[in-house]
């Protein structure tokens, strides 16, 4: 294929979208509300993944003294807890800053601490995980471990949100893997037939061009290429709707995020591709090659 070839298939390309500019605009408009509906999962789905993952990195493990434990010891499980694989942070909490917080939290009802003879509290540690070893089976492995070890009362990790956390969390992703491939395979069917649509319309421009000798991939690219044009120009009509339910959403929902670019890259690039391969899944039929 020669430079004159490629630019008539550029200029036949632009020329097919300004003659049916109508029939190419309504085309656009149900592929970009398609694409909507796919787009809002997305951010839902990262949204929601984005709280999932925060909360995991808040859990802690807090490693409890005995009463009365010598510094020595004390900061012997400090080292050793700061030794340990995954650990990235190991924070001493002693009892007074323990119950000024338990203070705090209380707030208007703080007064009921003043009835206590003691600070019943225990000296800790608070000990920070690193975001890859964030698992059930690494805080019970190392709650076990360290119980053993002199001068510790016990370890606490937040055991009950692991046993039922991390079912909710596995249960959330296989629903919405299930929900998302549905709802791409409906966008992906819309937007093909409406592709199709488009194109039986010039069932006889393109038989015409058949009968003059024109080669099949010689018909099929204009096609093409208005295929992608018209899946990226609706991938960015999604978008901007998207961003318009997203600068109202977020003004009564605080902390919700958009898209990154990167993410708004891909998908218009795969709309793109989406929008190519259904006129290309269509002219194989017209030209049955």
């Not at 694409?35 to 995991?56: E, K, R």
């Amino acid at each position: 294929m020669n430079l004159k070839q490629i630019r008539y298939i550029i200029d036949e390309s632009m020329l097919m979208l300004k003659r049916r500019r109508g029939a190419n605009i309504i085309s656009i408009i149900i592929m970009g509300l398609s694409l909507l509906i796919l787009v809002i999962f997305l951010l839902v789905t990262i949204n929601i993944a984005g709280v999932i993952s925060q909360a995991s990195e808040e859990l802690r493990v807090y490693v409890y003294l005995d009463d009365g434990v010598p510094k020595g010891i004390s900061r012997d499980i400090q080292f050793r807890l700061l030794g340990m694989k995954g650990v990235e942070e190991v924070i001493y909490i002693s009892r007074q800053e323990a119950l000024s917080s338990f203070s705090q939290t209380l707030g208007e009802d703080s007064d009921i601490l003043e009835a206590l003879e003691k600070n019943p509290l225990p000296d800790a540690y608070r000990v920070k995980v690193k975001s890859d070893y964030i698992k059930g089976e690494f805080f019970e492995g190392v709650a076990q471990q360290v119980e053993e070890w002199e001068g510790v009362e016990e370890v606490r990790y937040g055991r009950r949100w692991f046993e039922r956390g991390e079912k909710l969390v596995k249960g959330f992703y296989l629903t919405d893997l299930f929900l998302g491939l549905i709802i791409f395979l409906s966008g992906v069917f819309v937007i093909s037939n409406t592709v199709r649509l488009t194109i039986l319309h010039r069932q006889r421009a393109i038989d015409v061009m058949k009968l003059v000798g024109a080669t099949n991939a010689y018909i099929q690219v204009p096609f093409v290429i208005e295929g992608a044009l018209q899946g990226i120009v609706a991938s960015l009509l999604a978008t901007g709707l998207l961003a318009v339910l997203y600068v109202f959403t977020s003004r009564y929902i605080a902390g919700i995020s958009f898209l990154r670019i990167e993410a708004i890259l891909v998908f218009v690039t795969f709309c793109a591709l989406l929008g190519a391969l259904g006129s290309y899944t269509a002219m194989r039929r017209f030209l049955k090659i």
